[in-house]
């Protein structure tokens, strides 16, 4: 069974511009949530979606957003980038509602200039 | 709100010996518990988890932890390490409840493996 997957892998951006990453879960995982990691902050939880709506959500700022669509794919778009917005973003996807075993994704390596 | 705390940023350890990392909880009602793996320029890979079951938790490649309510802690042992052993590992957390997907991490320990 394929892993989760997130495109792209990398991403360079500059300050202002929005952008819009991907995450594809493992085959019949409804739940999906999103994290930032940075060397400053670690691995911080952003929000977590399960059957097209948001459950979970972190302490960030509401230029960051997601959604989820029908088959469980996720995006998750942030506005106004900023330098701080340089991260790694992992996303993650559980089998079941409540599901505390989470399957991360490679991550995309987002470099804001 | 769930914390966790990993002691030690980094461990240096020789090929053959005993690999302990440390993770101490803070929770009065014992939460779920989780160790993951990080290797350079990859996502998260879970060893082991603690839902409830036996206190001492086998996982993968050689790994386990135990439980200890008394001492907060679910500290990740593997009795001989490997040169793949070394990585970043990540202690994590989450309640037992509507919020169980929302782990709460450490900060990590880069494990260095040395010949």
């Known amino acids: 069974k394929a892993g989760v997957t997130q495109t792209p892998r990398y991403l360079i951006k500059t300050r202002g511009q929005q952008v819009t990453l991907s995450c594809s879960p493992i085959?019949?995982?409804?739940?999906v949530s999103w994290y930032q990691q940075t060397p400053g902050q670690g691995l911080q939880f952003l929000f977590e979606?399960?059957?097209?709506?948001?459950?979970n959500k972190g302490n960030f700022p509401g230029r960051f957003s997601g959604r989820q669509f029908s088959n469980s794919r996720s995006e998750m778009n942030v506005s106004t980038l900023e330098l701080g917005d340089s991260a790694l973003y992992l996303c993650?996807?559980?089998?079941?509602?409540?599901?505390?075993?989470?399957?991360f994704g490679p991550g995309t390596r987002l470099t804001v200039t | 709100a769930q914390s966790v705390t990993q002691l030690g940023s980094h461990v240096s350890v020789s090929e053959g010996a005993l690999v302990l990392l440390r993770c101490n909880y803070s929770?009065?009602?014992?939460?779920?518990l989780f160790w993951y793996v990080q290797y350079p320029n990859q996502g998260l890979q879970l060893l082991l988890k603690?839902?409830?079951?036996?206190?001492l938790v086998k996982g993968i490649n050689g790994f386990e932890a135990e439980f200890k309510k008394s001492e907060t802690s679910f500290h990740l042992t593997k009795p001989s390490a490997h040169m793949s052993d070394a990585a970043e590992y990540f202690c994590?957390?989450?309640?037992?409840?509507?919020?169980?997907?929302?782990?709460?991490f450490g900060t990590g320990t880069r494990l260095q493996v040395t010949l």
């Open positions: 085959s019949g995982h409804r739940s």
């Open positions: 994590a957390v989450s309640d037992r409840d509507g919020t169980a997907s929302k782990l709460t």
């Open positions: 603690y839902t409830s079951a036996a206190t």
């Open positions: 993650a996807s559980s089998l079941q509602d409540l599901s505390y075993e989470q399957y």
């Open positions: 929770s009065s009602v014992p939460p779920y």
């Open positions: 979606y399960f059957s097209e709506t948001q459950r």
